[in-house]
Structures are given as structure tokens and as C-alpha cells.
């Protein structure tokens, strides 16, 4: 028996896997990380807290975050909807609409950035019109959130469409069948299958979108306490020598970027039981 277990296994042992897998992963991540993470150490305590904590940085933080976390919001909202179409109904260009989900994931986020600032500005194609409104959407914070929202899309589409694939829709007639109406069904039958994947797109989406850069400097303005993001201000420390800096305000993104981690972990494993248990 333990022959054929030793035959069957197509990479070598454990141990040496093991030791290749940790080796790659230092040397990619750990490495790096604790070597930004050793550049803080530079600074006292309260040096470093006056870095993180200047009106710019905390207004830089402030539409980092807030910006993404709307623009994971809409997503989560017209993703999920984008995912029903496509695994629901068939329809002329249904391939190529599927396609289009993954063209932010593919498009250099210089590209996409110049192409919505493009489409956006007051004398742009849709920029025009929003602009007579009297909508201001390139060049302000909206900008932010349309860049944030364009490379989110794909994380929350890819998530829930396999569950959708894998729903079985017998579930649905039988709560048809039993009297339950479409907003009931949805509630009681469908929302609690999927809510494991929502939340972890959301959460992808999200922690997507606090990093983005590329597509964001050219939709935004870069105005310093107005639309000027974590990760640009960084970059901005950096032109100017300030590498303490730049290096505590990395630190803080890091540090959040272990606590989504952290939540997207903790929330798959709340609410997977409740997925399984309908």
C-alpha cells in the first residue's frame, strides 16, 4: 500500500516541495516585505506616526479608501448582476460580452487610464454631457471611483459566476413550487448560496482597488487633499528624497492589506457553513 502511494505521487517528496515553496516565497515575498517593513525602523515612534498622520497623508487615505470601498460597493451590485446575465440567459454576443469582463484584468492600467480620462473629460464623449449637467467627472473624486470601479469588475464577476454555474436551479423550482414568490426564492434559496462568493469579491475588489495607481493619476488630477491617492503620494515622497516617508506611509497600506487578507479568510469561513447548511 505505501508502494503504491510512493508511485502514485507525481512530485517529489514533501520535504523538498516544501523547502522549494517556502524558498519562492521568501525570496518574492517575505524578503521584500521585511525589508520595507526594516526601513521604518529608521524612525522613532513618534516620527513615524507625525509621517502617517499629516493632512495630506490622512486626506490621501481618506479617498483611497473611501474611494474604493464605493467602488467595490458598485460592483458588488452590477458585478453580480453582469454574472447572473451571463450564466442565466443566452443571447447574440453573450462570448464576447464574457470576453469584455476580463479586458481590465489584461488592459496596462496606463491604457485604461488614458482611455477614461479620455471618454470622461469635459469634452469627452460622456464627459460632455455630465459636464452640462454640471458634473465634473474627470479630474475630481468621481474620476477616482470610475477608474477604481473599471479594474474592480472582473474580481467580483469572476467569484460569483461559478457559483452561479454550480447553483442548482431544481433548488428554485421547488420554492416556486411551494408558493415562494421571486423575492422570497431569491432571499431564502439563492442569496444564501452566493453571499460566500459576494463577500470575497467585494473583498477582492476592494483590496484591488486600494493599490491601483496606473489608471488613477491620469483620471484624477492628482491634487494634493483633494484627489491625490495613498499610492501616488508615495511615489510623490519618493521624488522628493523623502524616503522615511514614503516608507511609513507603504507600511500602512501593507498593514491593511494583511487585514483584508485577514477578513476575506475569516469571512469564507463564517459564511461557508451557512452556504452549505441551505
Request: no cysteine; hydrophobic share 55%; glycine share 8%.
Amino acid at each position: 500500500m505505501a508502494v503504491a502511494r510512493r508511485e502514485s505521487r507525481v512530485l517529489p517528496g514533501f520535504g523538498l516541495t516544501l523547502g522549494v515553496t517556502l524558498a519562492y516565497l521568501g525570496l518574492l515575498v517575505v524578503i521584500p516585505l521585511a525589508a520595507l517593513a526594516l526601513k521604518t525602523t529608521e524612525l522613532t515612534a513618534l516620527q513615524f506616526w507625525e509621517k502617517v498622520t499629516e493632512p495630506r497623508v490622512l486626506a490621501a487615505y481618506r479617498l483611497t479608501f473611501g474611494a474604493a470601498a464605493v467602488a467595490a460597493a458598485i460592483n458588488l451590485a452590477f458585478g453580480s448582476l453582469v454574472a447572473w446575465v451571463l450564466v442565466r440567459y443566452e443571447f447574440p454576443g453573450r462570448r464576447l460580452v464574457d470576453g469584455l469582463v476580463d479586458l481590465p484584468f489584461a488592459l496596462p492600467t496606463a491604457v485604461a487610464g488614458i482611455a477614461l480620462t479620455a471618454i470622461y473629460s469635459p469634452n469627452g464623449w460622456l464627459g460632455g454631457p455630465l459636464a452640462a449637467l454640471g458634473v465634473q467627472a474627470a479630474y475630481s473624486r468621481l474620476g477616482v471611483v470610475i477608474a477604481l470601479t473599471f479594474v474592480g469588475l472582473p474580481f467580483v464577476v469572476r467569484t460569483v459566476q461559478p457559483v452561479l454555474q454550480d447553483l442548482d436551479s431544481d433548488m428554485e423550482e421547488a420554492a416556486a413550487s411551494l408558493g415562494a414568490g421571486r423575492l422570497r426564492t431569491f432571499v431564502r434559496v439563492i442569496l444564501p448560496v452566493l453571499l460566500p462568493s459576494v463577500i470575497t469579491g467585494f473583498t477582492l475588489a476592494f483590496a484591488r482597488a486600494i493599490g491601483e495607481y496606473g489608471s488613477v493619476i491620469f483620471i484624477s488630477g492628482n491634487m494634493p487633499m483633494r484627489t491625490e491617492i495613498a499610492p501616488l503620494l508615495i511615489v510623490t515622497k519618493l521624488e522628493q528624497y523623502d524616503y522615511a516617508g514614503a516608507t511609513a506611509i507603504a507600511v500602512v497600506m501593507l498593514l491593511a492589506s494583511f487585514v483584508l487578507l485577514l477578513l476575506i479568510n475569516l469571512l469564507q469561513r463564517w459564511s461557508a457553513p451557512r452556504a452549505r447548511s441551505v
